[in-house]
């Protein structure tokens, strides 16, 4: 009996020519998998695809609903946002996909898994990581490491010499990457850091702001505990919110980043981010800390947020140092209870409004007019303490200066 090789199969040109590659270098039953994380379309027709290319069979697995609430979600109560900027759409979506592929060969008595990350980027890392820290003992297999195809020109000739139909042209031939949470786009043009991106035509997801409405739109986001869970007064589910979310910013042209990112392995790389409702949901999550969290938490929860974004964007998810951490976030948001209503308009987000139980703003003490509970003059004594240290050493530096 031959042994079984689980491939993480998106039926995009990487993992559509890895199938008759390991038919032809491997002696190997094929087993497919594609984690649903949100590709929509893009996951119509691949198990016919699958099976004509050699797979011996092909699980479709919607991961939705999984990906929001056990990935984005906890990701999205840290605050966590890699380099100011990328909101680490698809380096969550890998540890859920590969945790699933793991959960499948281990019900197939696989002894592999294949991935199609190349041995340039981030994903070959996040995909392996996940393995090794949840099934040691299976064995990896990264095609880019050891087949001779140096270039995605010559993948798209090897699909054409086997009839293989793949989703892109040597005229068309960005690297994306699409779920639930966004769509990235790398290459081509937007190689040169110099270049504009091409958004009318690179888009596919969103409008650009110049064609958004000239109106503004306004949305409300309740959050309970620091998870969204109604947008414009209907409950929804995670996945829910997401979708709902990903409607409202994509129609107004809210979403879009472009970053020269560092990528884990050492070199730095251009990318252009779609993600709509993500940017959103932690804009709205965050005015509601600024409303609930203590000075002090916040200001620490900021500083964590960076090794987060770090550990999740470096495949590290299921880490303990992640996991301690989620441990912290999520005390920290058992206070972040509340409603926030935001203004969008033509790509531009803006606070409209926030309301919370456990609001740590009380006027009496923040207004500008007449009050009973604030002593202006204890504000002396409090400066006189709190720049003691200051004031000494500027007297040190008098006494020594003559």
Not at 167 to 196: A, C
Not at 384 to 396: I, S, Y
């Amino acid at each position: 009996m031959k042994e079984k090789v689980i491939l993480a199969y998106s039926g995009g040109l990487d993992t559509s020519i890895i199938i008759p590659w390991l038919k032809e270098n491997y002696d190997y039953e094929v087993i497919a998998v594609c984690g649903d994380v949100g590709q929509g379309k893009e996951t119509d027709g691949l198990e016919e695809k699958a099976i004509k290319t050699g797979a011996s069979k092909c699980y479709i697995e919607d991961l939705r609903e999984e990906y929001v609430k056990d990935f984005i979600y906890p990701t999205v109560r840290a605050g966590a946002v890699y380099e100011g900027k990328y909101l680490l759409g698809t380096s969550h979506a890998r540890p859920c996909i590969a945790k699933r592929l793991v959960e499948i060969a281990r019900a197939e008595g696989a002894t592999a898994i294949c991935h199609g990350a190349t041995g340039k980027g981030n994903d070959q890392v996040r995909f392996e990581l996940t393995i090794k820290a949840l099934a040691p003992d299976l064995k990896i297999i990264a095609p880019w490491r050891i087949w001779d195809i140096k270039s995605r020109d010559q993948e798209i000739e090897y699909a054409e010499a086997r009839n293989i139909p793949i989703p892109v042209t040597k005229e068309d031939n960005y690297s994306m990457d699409r779920n639930i949470w966004h769509l990235s786009h790398e290459g081509q043009d937007l190689e040169d850091p110099w270049n504009e991106p091409q958004y009318d035509k690179l888009l596919k997801l969103m409008v650009t702001p110049e064609a958004a409405p000239d109106k503004a739109e306004y949305v409300e986001i309740e959050f309970e505990k620091g998870d969204a869970v109604a947008v414009n007064g209907e409950k929804l589910s995670p996945l829910g919110v997401v979708t709902k979310l990903n409607e409202i910013a994509a129609r107004n042209g809210v979403g879009i980043d472009d970053i020269v990112e560092n990528r884990l392995v050492g070199m730095k790389s251009r990318g252009v981010y779609e993600t709509p409702g993500g940017k959103v949901l932690y804009f709205a999550h965050k005015d509601l800390e600024y409303l609930c969290l203590d000075k002090y938490t916040m200001h620490y929860k900021e500083q964590l947020a960076v090794r987060f974004a770090e550990l999740v964007y470096d495949g590290l998810w299921f880490s303990p140092l992640r996991e301690a951490l989620s441990a912290f976030v999520d005390k920290t948001q058992e206070t972040v209870t509340g409603t926030v209503r935001l203004k969008l308009y033509k790509g531009n987000i803006m606070s409209a409004g926030s309301k919370s139980e456990h609001s740590l703003y009380i006027e009496e003490y923040a207004t500008f007019d007449e009050d009973e509970v604030y002593n202006q003059k204890d504000a002396e004594g409090f400066i006189n303490l709190f720049g003691l240290q200051t004031k000494m050493k500027a007297l040190v530096d008098l006494k020594n200066k003559k």
